[in-house]
């Protein structure tokens, strides 16, 4: 059948930089969900290997990263046939269109976005230009691709109320050229927090190794962590105010069984958090062993990998330059 603008799925895109190996945070909180919206929606997946410079990269540790993170994106589900899974650096639009709306940005609205003020203080040695750029070269990840909406984590709100700025700046200017995208409303998925101090979000660059589950943990890492897990002094599994700990432990759980909390709290009541803290793990192994295994097979087949780069790239740069081109006309570039 023919795909008319009126039967299109809504276009759907994210980007995960690769920096460090995801949590279970970042699983359960976004990665996860991807798979699920892959179904309903037409979805571009990537792995944003140029914003990850933003922050000093050594190169070979930088390679072996983007690699595993687009494996890892394979890994979880997201089938190349079905969604556009990409490497951002293999796609030049990307870098061209995000000079274009840098022109189109004032300095100051830049320097507002929270993100690069920690992010400035964070790396105060390395504050440079690339960092303050971050919103607009995200801004062009989502306006290339007319995506309607963007799932991202409270952290990137701003950046993408920067993003629908531009785009609605531009189309006023130009007329009609970028669809303003809008954040993902559906099913959110738990918001993980730091298993020793339960009022933090899970991070991948927490210092504690405590703190943050990896995806790629082996059974007994996240044995010991979740035994080291911070709670409370109740002593009684239960969702409440004021129990942080248990509250997160709750959530990963339920969001790890499918149970409800209170099929959760009836299960453990009157047992202790030992046997409590036991359980939590046992379900998170589970749920995260069939994508290591996946990850496993991925990674080994590096033809395969590269196969699907290339597949990805392909694609995604076919629908980018369509939106590229568009821009530079109405800006009043020389077309040749
Ligand atoms: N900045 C996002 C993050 O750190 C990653 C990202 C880059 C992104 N480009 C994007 C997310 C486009 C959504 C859409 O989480």
Not at 15 to 22: D, M, R, Y
Not at 34 to 39: I, N, Q, R, V
Not at 69 to 83: H, N, R, T
Not at 89 to 110: D, R
């Amino acid at each position: 059948m023919e795909n008319t603008a009126a039967q299109r799925k809504p276009r759907v895109l994210s980007l995960i930089q690769p920096t460090s190996v995801p949590t279970l945070g970042n699983y359960l909180g976004a990665l996860k969900n991807w798979k699920k919206m892959s179904a309903d929606n037409d979805c571009l997946f990537g792995v944003a290997d140029l914003h990850a410079i933003t922050v000093r990269q050594e190169p070979a540790q930088f390679r072996k990263q983007s690699t595993e993170m687009f494996a890892l994106l394979l890994a979880i589900g997201l089938d190349p046939e079905q969604s556009i899974v990409f490497m951002q650096s293999h796609v030049p639009q990307h870098a061209q269109l995000g000079w274009l709306l840098n022109c189109y940005t004032q300095f100051g609205e830049a320097a507002r976005m929270t993100q690069f003020k920690e992010k400035s203080q964070k790396h105060a040695d390395n504050v440079n230009v690339g960092l303050f750029a971050y919103p607009t070269l995200m801004a062009a990840d989502i306006l290339l691709y007319q995506a309607n909406f963007v799932p991202v984590g409270a952290d990137q709100k701003q950046h993408l109320e920067l993003t629908r700025n531009i785009a609605e700046r531009f189309n006023g200017v130009y007329g009609s050229t970028f669809t303003v995208p809008e954040p993902y409303i559906g099913q959110v998925g738990a918001r993980v927090m730091s298993l020793q101090n339960p009022t933090q979000k899970m991070s991948k660059s927490d210092p504690n190794p405590k703190a943050s589950v990896m995806l790629l943990d082996t059974p007994d890492q996240i044995m010991k962590k979740f035994k080291s897990a911070v709670t409370d002094s109740e002593a009684v599994v239960r969702c409440a105010p004021g129990k942080d700990g248990i509250n997160n432990l709750l959530a990963i759980y339920t969001c790890c069984t499918g149970k409800t909390m209170e099929e959760a709290e009836a299960e453990f009541a009157g047992k202790g958090y030992g046997e409590f803290k036991t359980a939590v793990a046992e379900a998170v192994i589970e749920e995260l062993r069939p994508v290591q295994q996946s990850f496993e097979r991925v990674i080994g087949d590096k033809a395969y990998i590269e196969e699907c780069m290339k597949k990805g790239a392909e694609s995604a740069s076919r629908l980018a330059q369509r939106t590229l081109s568009k821009c530079m006309k109405k800006i009043g570039f020389k077309q040749i």
